[in-house]
């Protein structure tokens, strides 16, 4: 069973940073590309980024592009979001999800993340 | 961007009832568009990807169809777990973007 756990969420300043870890199981993680999505409170969904199976590509929205980045280690099956300088508008639950050439096929329970002073 | 609008925002259905979500692309997106479920509380689930392929353990009674700009997802005989956000997103340019979200409610 593919089971996608997300860590790290919680309370921040503005401006400052935070790290999203995302640990893979039931898959082989290494063959897939992984994603993280946000959700802001009672809003839709965002797509934020997306990582290449080896980790040598990267896509961004411009919305996070030169502030967030999406790593992962395929040794320990697990995906991360550092998020740099962050704003108000960055508040929302971030799941993480496989993602093939069209879909995210499986989702994390998601953490919340609250850009609050 | 690819602007995704989908329609309506929120209906309800009875029971047994079907029902069908819109989703229009601000241009044509090649059937690169996928439809998502989330029940309250819980994350989102595939249901739908390349427009009208059933993701594995989906209900028959989802279907999905579409071409160039519009896109629908029907379910045939609306059942009382149906009652949730649905969402369609399209692949067929970075930046992935999705509609705005239906709520569906049991009548």
């Known amino acids: 069973e593919v089971q996608l756990v997300e860590s790290g969420g919680g309370l921040v300043q503005p401006g400052r940073s935070l790290k999203l870890s995302c640990a893979a199981s039931?898959?082989?993680?290494?063959?897939?590309?992984m994603a993280w999505v946000r959700q802001a409170p009672k809003k839709g969904l965002e797509w934020v980024a997306t990582i290449s199976t080896s980790g040598s590509r990267t896509y961004y929205p411009d919305s996070v592009k030169g502030r967030f980045t999406i790593s992962r280690d395929n040794a320990k099956s697990s995906l991360y979001l550092q998020m740099n300088s962050l704003k108000s508008e960055d508040t929302a639950t971030y799941y993480c999800?496989?993602?093939?050439?069209?879909?995210?096929?499986?989702w994390g329970q998601g953490t919340l993340v609250t850009v609050s002073s | 961007d690819i602007q995704m609008t989908q329609s309506p925002a929120s209906l309800s259905a009875s029971l047994g009832e079907t029902v069908s979500i819109e989703c229009l692309a601000s241009e044509g997106i090649s059937n690169d568009l996928a439809w998502y479920q989330q029940k309250s509380g819980k994350s989102p689930q595939l249901l739908i990807y390349a427009a009208s392929r059933l993701q594995d353990g989906v209900p028959s009674r989802f279907s999905g169809s579409g071409s160039g700009t519009r896109y629908s997802l029907k379910i045939s005989g609306m059942q009382p777990e149906d009652e949730a956000d649905y969402f369609c997103?399209?692949?067929?340019?970075?930046?992935?973007?999705f509609g705005g979200g239906t709520k569906l409610e049991l009548k």
């Open positions: 999800a496989t993602t093939t050439r069209d879909s995210f096929a499986y």
């Open positions: 039931g898959f082989t993680f290494s063959n897939y590309y």
């Open positions: 997103q399209q692949s067929y340019k970075y930046p992935w973007t």
